[in-house]
């Protein structure tokens, strides 16, 4: 099993709400291979763009969907909908418990070392830097092991076909 590692409860509320703004339509699973992109975002060496610590990674700026602000045209009904959640409710209750057991090293990483990932079929910035590259998938979501340097890496336990 993975080490633990150190994380604030105010970090865990915060990935809690990331996950379930990212994660909620792939159920269980789905939150704990978004925990885990947030995992190993954090633990990155040396501490890359993204920082170290696990709610700068969550709300770092244009990285995770459910935390851009709202556009002139488009409101972001996630971000609406992850600062309405209360702590009682069931999505909220579930993703905490996932962002729970993933940082205390009780759920192995299904996705390889992956730091990012997307909705199947839509377009990303880095597309160009993961096109040779065979995603870990899950859901509709495709993941990668994309450095912060923006080449994309082989999976850390060696499988590349998800």
């Known amino acids: 099993m993975p080490a633990p590692v150190l994380v604030s409860p105010n970090d865990l509320h915060v990935c809690a709400l990331t996950l379930s703004g990212e994660a909620d339509d792939q159920g269980r699973e789905g939150k704990i291979w978004v925990a885990w992109v947030l995992r190993n975002r ?13 709610g700068r990674c969550c709300s770092y700026p244009r990285q995770f ?11 972001n009904e996630d971000l609406k909908r ?6 009682t409710d069931p999505c909220y209750i579930e993703s905490l418990d996932v962002a729970t057991q993933v940082m205390s090293g009780k759920i192995e990483d299904p996705t390889g070392g992956s730091t990012t990932y997307k909705v199947r079929g839509t377009s990303a910035t880095w597309d160009g830097a993961v096109s040779d590259f065979v995603p ?6 495709d993941f990668w092991r994309l450095s912060p340097l923006g080449p994309c890496l082989p999976f850390t336990d060696g499988d590349s076909d998800g």
């Open 82 to 87: 992850i600062n309405a959640i209360k702590a």
């Open 136 to 141: 870990r998938i899950m859901g509709d979501h």
């Open 65 to 75: 969907s459910c935390w851009n602000p709202d556009t002139k045209d488009v409101p």
């Open 42 to 54: 954090m633990e990155w060496k040396p501490s890359a763009w993204w920082g170290n610590q696990l």
